[in-house]
């Protein structure tokens, strides 16, 4: 049996889950988008991770 199992069902429903990335994460993944941007500037994909750079500043705050 797993965890998951052993527990009564009101206490399934109540967990929530835990964040993937800190409020830290999100700085260094947006400083490694940023790098790479600057390395696909002249690239058609350049579009796609200039508007995730942009949304990982949001997220920020």
Not at 2 to 29: G, V
Not at 32 to 53: F, I, T
């Amino acid at each position: 049996m797993t965890d998951e199992e052993d527990r009564p069902m009101n206490q399934m429903t109540q967990m929530r889950p835990r964040a993937a990335f800190s409020t830290e994460d999100f700085s260094l993944i947006r400083t490694a988008v940023l790098h790479y941007l600057k390395e696909v500037q002249d690239k058609p994909e350049s579009v796609k991770y200039a508007a995730l750079y942009h949304r990982l500043g949001r997220i920020e705050g």
